[in-house]
């Protein structure tokens, strides 16, 4: 019998099995292949020029659908191709060769405006033209002709390395499809398990301000970083769910997005709860079915991950029940019970316990997806694969983020060429432009977060290249070590970092020994220690050239939220769904849905960036915390109606609730759609009671109607808070 892993070991575990891991071997084996194949055919440096060309095609390759991943990848080797026979041709032209640079890095860094699409596209051409550099010359420099010649034979090999990596790419995503898919899931599988512990966590924290404002601000991360990542999943496992096995895994995902909503629900009245000593024996006891839970969800994703047949766990619900059995419903003379609210937030952990059993039928095969939400899902939630001009015509304004950060880099690439020239070792330039390449991002946290990972794992990265070429090894076992440096650099560029820059500064001193013509066999230390700390301090002064701050995008974030608020709630409270609401898909409000997360957490993000800049130039940040609390909370209250009428309608009377359901979703829209400071915000911008003032209905299993109701009151309380934080945010950013 196996002994069960250790905590660590599954996390090793996690790691080793994981999309990015298995993503990263899949680029290797491509450099592998490709390099030893042309290394057999043509030679030595055709196979090192070729390995450029595999490099610089590498960054797009990421676990995508199947459907234009050909035209993802395409745009890296066409537009890098002329770029490194231009450098090429130019390189012993320093004058000739700076003009090419600053002005192609200004348009290769427009890419950015495509965002995560366009960005390693971007860095894709960036590396083409730096690796060209670094390349040197094949043959004699003297004589236009041969030098012309010389240059035409390194981007011949570099296009037909680049050409063959397109094709194995495209070929290896469509082989490994099927594991993307268990992988990403078992991924966004662990995020909502972290997401679940740290809501477990809150049922004993102290119930002081600052404790719930650091509680709200961690929740708020962790919705923002698991709303990043259903995106990338959405495209992947919704795609084409034509095969039993796809519908489950895309039903699956599904009934995430549903356990996202109820354990968001699960936060309202648990701050009044915790504030009642008497309820901390039931609090206490709905955490550990909270943290059991989460173990289950845990236990469902390294299921997956390894392979195995999920195993059904123990229902809940009756546990639930039990709690809310034997809590005595007691009123204070102002009608306030907290038992009452205790119950009914069992319940809604009932729901957490239910679409967990959902979650884990399905993974076994024990229960069939619903193919009508499936299909729609596949048809409205996933993005488009083509490539639109929209992003390039929508950034030419001087307060546009991605205009000012290709400026910046292209005036942070010339200043570094500058520098590198006057270096005593410049014929080693490219490792300054490198570094500026990977370290300057188009936000002060961004690049300060890279500026220290970069010079660490340089160190490092210098001490293990330094002690590898120092051996004379012979050319395939440094063939070896390209491989092994490229799968660490590809797989954690976006998760560990530090892992990514020791490995990259192997990869770029191995390639460029290989590619470099005077064949020297050791780099100094001291030198490439230098050209990191010179880039590196490039990289982070440029940060605060024609800077983008987060506060000159605050204003158009919190529009957005707010529209997406009011967008959510109007729909959410207006599709009639006490006489029309069966199992169909209501695509309006789920789309509705992402977008307010999506907001929000766009917001979440910002304001957390924000933190590493300079205070004179930072946003309120006290206002903004409030705006996303109750934005937080308002997504809390309107999922806890939805939960209501989708749930529980068969105990609520339609005649009764349609019209304060119509009103309230009107009130909402007009509160947050109203311009700034408008009169039509003033009445519900005050105040809400608070919970032990507030008289609460008598529970009656048989009629919600008057709970719904005080949900209603409560969002539009909500709204009104929420306009009146926007508002001080705004007025301040004046």
């Given amino acids: 019998m196996l002994l069960a892993p250790t905590p660590r070991l599954r996390r090793v575990l996690r790691v080793a099995l994981s999309h990015y891991v298995l993503n990263g071997i899949s680029v290797a084996l491509g450099l592998l292949v490709i390099s030893a194949g042309i290394h057999l055919w043509l030679g030595a440096f055709a196979a090192s020029a070729a390995a450029v060309g595999v490099i610089v095609s590498g960054p797009p390759d990421v676990p995508a659908p199947r459907r234009g991943k050909f035209w993802y990848l395409l745009p890296a080797p066409l537009l890098g191709t002329p ?37 390693p596209v971007a860095i894709s051409l960036m590396f083409a033209m730096v690796f060209s550099l670094a390349a040197g010359s094949h043959g ?45 899931l078992s991924d966004v599988l662990l995020s909502l398990a972290q997401l679940m512990r740290v809501q477990a966590r809150q049922f004993t924290v102290a119930s002081d301000e600052a404790h719930a404002g650091v509680h709200t601000g961690v929740m708020l991360l962790h919705h923002a970083a698991l709303a990043d990542q259903l995106q990338g999943a959405r495209d992947l496992i919704l795609e084409s769910p034509r095969t039993p096995r796809r519908q489950r ?61 999920p195993v059904v766990f123990t229902d809940m619900r009756p546990r639930l029940q039990t709690l809310s059995t034997q809590t005595t419903i007691e009123t204070t003379p102002s009608g306030f019970s907290a038992p009452l609210l205790a119950r009914g937030l069992a319940d809604r952990m009932g729901h957490i316990n239910d679409e967990a059993l959902r979650l884990i039928a399905l993974a076994r095969g024990d229960m069939v997806p619903d193919l009508a939400v499936v299909r729609a899902y596949w048809q409205m939630f996933v993005s488009p694969t083509t490539w639109s001009w929209q992003p390039l015509r929508s950034l030419w304004h001087w307060d546009a983020p991605p205009l000012r950060h290709a400026m910046r880099a292209a005036l942070a690439m010339g200043a570094g060429y500058a520098v590198a020239l006057q270096l005593p070792w410049g014929t080693h330039a490219y490792w300054v432009l490198l570094t500026i390449v990977v370290v300057l991002r188009g936000s002060l946290a961004q690049t300060l977060e890279r500026r220290n990972l970069r010079v660490a794992g340089t160190l490092l990265g210098c001490v293990l290249a330094v002690a590898v ?15 092994l440096a490229q799968a660490l650099a590809h797989s954690f560029a976006l998760r560990r970092y530090l892992v990514t820059a020791v490995a990259a500064t192997v990869l770029g001193l191995v390639q460029a020994h290989q590619l470099d013509g005077a064949g020297s066999t050791v780099f100094a230390l001291f030198e490439r220690l230098v ?38 709630a109007r729909v959410a409270l207006g599709l009639g769904q006490l006489d029309a609401v069966d199992n169909a898909p209501e695509l309006a409000w789920r789309l509705a849905r992402r977008e307010a997360y999506d907001s929000l957490s766009a917001l979440v993000l910002a304001t957390q960036r ?66 700034q400071s408008a009169p039509a915000c003033a009445a519900a911008c005050a105040p809400a009671p608070t919970a032990e003032s507030e008289p609460l209905p008598q529970w009656d299993a048989r009629d919600l109607n008057v709970w719904l109701l005080r949900r209603l009151q409560l969002a539009t309380t909500m709204a009104g808070q929420l306009r009146g934080d926007a508002d001080a945010v705004l007025q301040a950013l004046k």
């Avoid at 490194?84 to 003009?99: I, K, S, T």
């Avoid at 070429?469 to 491989?483: D, E, G, K, M, Y």
């Fill in 83 to 119: 770029l490194f026979f231009a450098v090429q041709y130019w390189q012993h032209d320093a004058l000739a060769l700076g003009l090419l640079l600053v002005p192609a890095t200004f348009f290769i860094f427009l890419g950015m405006a495509w965002g995560k699409r366009g960005a």
């Fill in 610 to 675: 924000s933190l590493s800049e300079p205070r004179a130039v930072r946003p309120p940040l006290e206002p903004l915390e409030h705006l996303q609390a109750h934005s937080y909370q308002l997504l809390a209250q309107l999922t806890a109606v939805k939960t209501l009428l989708l749930l529980r309608r068969g105990r609520l009377h339609p005649e009764q609730v349609q019209t304060p359901l119509a009103q309230a979703g009107e009130r909402i829209n007009a509160i947050l759609s109203a311009p």
């Fill in 249 to 309: 895994r895309a039903a699956m995902l599904v009934q995430i997005l549903e356990m996202r909503d109820h354990l968001l629900a699960c936060e309202l009245d648990l701050d009044t709860l915790r504030t009642q000593p008497e309820q901390a024996p039931a609090l206490a006891s709905q955490q550990a079915v909270l943290q059991a839970l989460a173990d289950e969800v845990e236990h469902l994703a390294d299921a997956l991950l390894w392979g195995r047949q």
């Fill in 140 to 184: 004699s420099a003297d004589g236009a002709s041969s030098h012309l010649a010389s240059a035409l034979e390194s981007t011949r090999y570099f296009a037909l390395g680049t050409l063959l990596y397109v094709l194995w790419a495209v070929l290896a995503n469509m082989l490994l499809n099927g594991r993307y898919r268990v992988q990403l």
């Fill in 531 to 568: 050209d990191t700390l010179i880039g590196t301090g490039i990289a982070w002064a440029f940060a605060y050239v024609l800077p983008s701050w987060e506060r000159t995008q605050m204003a158009a974030l919190v529009a957005r939220t707010l529209a997406a608020q009011a967008h959510h």
């Fill in 469 to 483: 070429l120092s051996a004379h090894w012979p050319a395939w076992s440094l063939l070896i070590v390209v491989t």
